[in-house]
């Protein structure tokens, strides 16, 4: 096993990802190395089709790579089976995705609750709640997701995202079905989240504004790693 920095939450070394085709084998994502701070924020940015979606599964663990190593919060991904990669996510790991995912027969408070439950969480009922004002939906706990906005179930969704306080969230284009107005509040409320619990922050994006206010840009192309650079946030003091 490599050797990696114990102060890093995430750790990728010579991570490859390639899957079989009609056409023969497609290499999506090949030798990828980086490490990521714990409380640090980061966007993965690149053109459609880079790879850095699949990226980014991989380092949920929703995704299983096909070399490379995966050290999440001193776990080993690559030495898990699938239960106990999801055991891990549901332990340390929060997911908002594009498309939001909520589940349709569920109230919003019943949405957020529902990963706390699965854990055995007996105060979720009340995490959840408190979540729900923190992203101003107070008034919208007995709602389902079909009488909300597509901005009020994506705050539904990074509510549910935080519940049970994990250590590392990832979110994957959390804005881009949003109009200007709730794409920027769903983004401050990240970051203010981020700052607020001290969560690790990786988001994949095509906003290169949004980016920057990450303290680390990765940018893939073409499935390998051409950049790593600051962000804005690295140099707020």
Known sequence: MSVFSQLNIINVSGLTKRVNTFEGELTILSDINFAVKSGESVAI?????????????????LDVATQGE??????????????QRAQLRAEKVGFVFQSFM????????????????LAGDKNAKQQ?????????LSHRLEHYPSQLSGG?????????AFIGTPK????DEPSANLDSKNGHMIEKLLFDLNKQNGTTLVLVTHDEQLAHQCDRIIHIEGGKLETIREGEAANVG
């Open 70 to 83: 995966i050290i999440l919060d001193s776990e080993p991904l690559g030495e898990m089976d699938e239960e």
């Open 128 to 136: 959840a709640i408190d979540l729900l004002e923190k992203v101003g």
């Open 45 to 61: 940015v690149g053109a459609s089709g880079s790879g850095k979606s699949t990226l980014l599964s991989l380092l949920a663990g």
């Open 168 to 171: 590392i969230l990832f979110a």
């Open 152 to 160: 009020e179930q994506q705050r539904v969704a990074i509510a549910r």
């Open 102 to 117: 909520l589940v349709q027969s569920l109230t919003a408070l019943e949405n957020v609750m529902l990963p706390a439950e």
